[in-house]
């Protein structure tokens, strides 16, 4: 099997062919990508907004190429199909995470590189991400965005508390542990650890215990930061 390309490589290639290009020469959006759509993997997406007037939610974003990545938490493709701003189906993701980064490169026609945490249809997730804006002495027509998923983690059906216990045991299996190990390190029995975990899971509602542990993490990555309302907020839902 081919060596998927890493993602700072497509980034490399998108820079290199956005520096040649010139404002006094407006270039095409694809003069731009072209050169990297062989090189995304199953994780990559690559989007082009099209920038028609002054109101965001009127801009279109057209899937140049979709990821092939399939997941049962969220289907991004459907969810980002061809469409206005104004008509995507999460608009806080929209308003949050997209619109606000889109209007700064605009003004700046710089590009910017980011790793992304925020929500989208109520999952967490975070991707890297390179925004690309036409150089042009007047108004950009076009803005590149690529990105590369990183992780996608579904919130628990219900929200419970763990007792000390647990989170010890939680915290172990985040750290590698086995199960044995888990017991092992916190002077209790196999049978306990695997007690509570079957507990764990039928009160967060998990398949099993990968699950609830992803579960478990994205939890956490809900919690308010203190002094800044949002767990997710170091990029300010993007």
Request: proline share 5%; with cysteine; charged share 25%.
């Amino acid at each position: 099997m081919a060596r998927e390309t890493p993602f700072a490589v497509v980034t490399r290639r998108l820079l290199d062919a956005w520096i040649q290009t010139t404002p006094a020469q407006p270039a095409a959006a694809e003069d731009v990508y072209r050169g990297v759509l062989d090189l995304l993997s199953i994780k990559m997406r690559l989007t082009l907004i099209t920038v028609e007037g002054g109101d965001p939610l009127r801009w279109h974003m057209k899937a140049i190429r979709h990821s092939r990545f399939a997941s049962r938490v969220l289907n991004i493709n459907k969810i980002f199909a061809d469409c206005r701003l104004g008509d995507f189906k999460d608009q806080s993701f929209m308003r949050g995470a997209v619109i606000p980064r889109l209007q700064e490169v605009l003004v700046s026609q710089q590009p910017v590189t980011e790793l992304v945490k925020t929500r989208l249809m109520g999952v967490n997730l975070g991707y890297d991400r390179i925004l690309l804006p036409q150089k042009n002495a007047g108004r950009p027509k076009w803005i590149i965005s690529s990105s590369c998923a990183q992780f996608m983690l579904s919130p628990p059906q219900r929200r419970e508390t763990l007792d000390v216990a647990d989170e010890a045991i939680i915290q172990l299996l985040v750290e590698g542990a086995t199960a044995k190990e888990t017991a092992a390190t916190l002077g209790i029995s196999h049978r306990t650890v695997e007690h509570r975990l079957e507990r764990m899971k039928q009160r967060y509602g998990a398949r099993n215990v990968v699950h609830l542990v992803s579960m478990l993490i994205a939890t956490h990555l809900d919690r308010p930061s203190p002094g800044n309302g949002s767990a997710m907020a170091e990029t300010a839902d993007d």
